[in-house]
């Protein structure tokens, strides 16, 4: 069967602070290269080359689009066109805007609508499920990737399946809150669950008319916004009073969870969202549990990850800890408690410290 | 009963390596303000001040000899003589170099060897047992002070008491290397073992003997090497050739292990040799088992010694580590490892890295 042309829409708004002090405001985690040579927002646009593809659209702040122009030419990709939003407004008016780019550039595309900072080991099989997840569209679908989880994760929110569409795709029985540990377990258990990776794939007519439906809002203010922009070169610029007139809700509360025509299909594709030093280091590790990069010295120690941009960093009789030194500022954290980096940037936010952020 | 005069000789060659990257080669950990605002060759004068004490005599190289004369001015204190080691010569050479001064300086004086990175808490203690040192060494003793022992420490030398010479002073009945644990443990229980911490109150006129009689090679190159010495103001140059053929061997192997006149005081000083982060976080530790120096943020964490210079320092979810940022190095160490750090200092001189040291 015939696939339709897919756009990949590229949202670039997360700041990343759980990776602070790499991640920064002014270049959070998708800009820079925490896997290889390439920066994350790169990776993510070079798995979605080839016929299958039209050039990328991305969605994001305007100091950010500037970087992601430049970090495009870098590696020769074409870009239909940076979206910029005059201030963050969650993901749900992305899921519009997205909508109304891809019938401008091409009427019969499909959106892919997917985060910049993803981590996916198995491109083959992420193209896999790209295609699946195409033909679920096409029958008026609005996808989401399953991750298939490999542990009761309770950071991520997750997505039941039900009844089966085809050999590859369900319909979504109810999506879940992030669970506690115990309901977690559960849910891993049953073999019924995914974690919802935020990627979506889905027909612009489709999710336009979910969002008139369960969000008109959110749909009335978007386009508004989209109506009015102005295009600078490849960088258009939604109307800031319109887009500030947007609620800030995310397109898993506004439609996903409304809608009678949500589906899944299950990806095993080794999907992260490095959400973590924890995460990171899983990624990037030797087969010794070492993630180094930088000026090092070790003595009796064990699973670290440490990466200094200068300074030389000495660690003795230690072990799973992250250390990173970056920009004349120095984090140790426990690998395990790693998602609590975000209390850090929280107090400096909280003492005004805006240039350490 | 009369006193006679003492005369502190502050021995300033150590590197404290197990301190970097706080201490450094050119400015180790005798000459930086590690407790409270002077440095710790500050406080080692500053304990050794009253009618008692004549003004105090250096060795030290001469890089160290600058900043030394420089840190007496900065607390008022007049210098004997600050005598400059062309190379290192370990102690014994010290003892000679030390009792000549001190007969040219005064002929009845006793001299009061001891390092200048060594902290006493208690000083009114640490008086009262230098009196009591006093006493023996008038009447012919070589007196090593004996510190009572507070843990089965291995990463000291140990002083075995023999028969009493009076109600504070024993003779030396034997000095042993530094124990395994089992044996260190054994010497604990036994309560007839102190550690030796390289303080040592003499006649300069006993030494001499002694060294004649124990050491005469040392004796004669160290003695050649202060004849002609070279004056420049209060630097006293000793002469680099003699100095030179002077074996480098402690005071310890080559007199007090061989002497029949040592005698040792115990002295319950609250004594530190400072000797690893794991003891200057003991010595520095507030209530709450933190020692914070510096731009530091901390989120669950427990026991930590954090130290830096100026860049921020963040930790997540650690306890039991050293963190010190210095001088564009950083080190992270378990607590009871730290004594390893000088395992690093070791590779950087293995590895030529002479600036980092």
């Known amino acids: 069967m015939t696939i339709r042309p897919i756009i990949p829409v590229i949202l670039s708004g997360g700041s990343g602070s759980r990776l602070w002090p790499l991640s920064r405001h002014a270049r959070p985690k998708q800009l820079l290269p925490l896997l290889g040579d390439n920066t994350m927002v790169q990776d993510t646009v070079l798995r979605l080359r080839g ?94 990737f399953g991750i298939e989880p490999t542990r009761a994760e309770t950071g991520y929110g997750y997505i039941e399946r039900g009844e089966a569409l085809n050999s590859s795709a369900y319909k979504v029985k109810s999506f879940r809150e992030k669970p506690n540990g115990k309901t977690a377990k559960t849910y891993v258990e049953t073999g019924q669950f995914y974690w919802n990776a935020g990627i979506f794939l889905f027909s612009p007519h489709v999710m336009m008319a979910e969002m008139k439906r369960h969000a008109p809002d959110v749909l009335t ?36 969870e409304k809608t009678q025509h949500a589906a899944t299909v299950p990806a095993d594709i080794g999907w992260s969202d490095i959400g973590s030093y924890d995460a990171l280091h899983k990624a990037r590790q030797n087969a010794d549990r070492m993630s180094l990069t930088g000026d090092i010295i070790l003595q009796d120690c064990e699973n670290l990850f440490v990466q200094s941009d200068g300074p030389l960093v000495c660690a003795v009789g230690v072990k799973n800890l992250a250390i990173t030194v970056s920009d004349g500022k120095v984090l140790v954290t426990e690998l395990e408690a790693s998602q609590n980096v975000k209390n850090i940037t929280d107090r400096l936010k909280q003492d005004g410290r805006v240039d350490d952020l």
């Open 51 to 144: 016929p299958r593809f039209l050039d990328p659209i991305f969605i994001c702040n305007a100091a950010h689009g500037k970087i992601i122009a430049q970090q495009m030419k870098d590696i020769a990709q074409a870009v239909s066109a940076i979206i910029i939003e005059p201030m963050g407004r969650n993901t749900a008016s992305c899921g519009v805007v997205a909508s109304l780019q891809a019938l401008q550039q091409q009427k019969d595309a499909l959106v892919l609508l997917l985060p910049a900072d993803h981590h996916i080991a198995d491109e083959a099989a992420f193209e896999k499920a790209i295609i699946q997840a195409a033909i679920a569209a096409d029958d008026g679908h609005i996808v989401t």
């Open 221 to 256: 203010h978007s386009q508004a916004a989209f109506d009015d922009l102005q295009k600078d070169g490849v960088f258009y610029n939604l109307d800031k009073i319109c887009f500030g007139e947007c609620p800030s809700i995310s397109i898993d509360y506004a439609v996903m």
